[in-house]
């Protein structure tokens, strides 16, 4: 994990992000997962969800927010 940490901090986001913590999990979840293919909103979306005891439509702002800082 402290490798993509690394790397989404070298893409200017840094932890006072929520979303930072849900693009690290979401990353790990589909490296992890290589062998089959995951659905965005339908795999990784409610994991995190329920892993952060939140919903699907905040973790999906949330990436969102982090992907608009890194462009």
Same mark, same amino acid.
């Given at each position: &994990?402290?490798? +993509? !940490?690394? +790397? @989404?901090?070298?893409?200017?986001?840094?932890?006072?992000?929520?979303?930072?913590?849900?693009?690290?999990?979401?990353?790990?979840?589909? &490296?992890?997962?290589? #062998?089959? /293919?995951?659905?965005? =909103?339908? #795999?990784?979306? /409610?994991?995190?969800?329920?892993? !952060?005891?939140?919903? =699907?439509?905040?973790?999906?702002? #949330? @990436?969102?927010?982090? +992907?608009?800082?890194?462009?």
């Amino acid at each position: &994990m402290k490798k +993509i !940490y690394g +790397i @989404i901090r070298k893409l200017g986001v840094t932890s006072h992000y929520k979303g930072y913590f849900f693009v690290a999990d979401a990353i790990r979840l589909a &490296m992890d997962s290589q #062998d089959k /293919p995951l659905r965005i =909103t339908k #795999d990784i979306y /409610p994991y995190l969800a329920r892993k !952060y005891k939140t919903t =699907t439509l905040s973790i999906e702002h #949330d @990436i969102r927010t982090v +992907i608009n800082v890194c462009w």
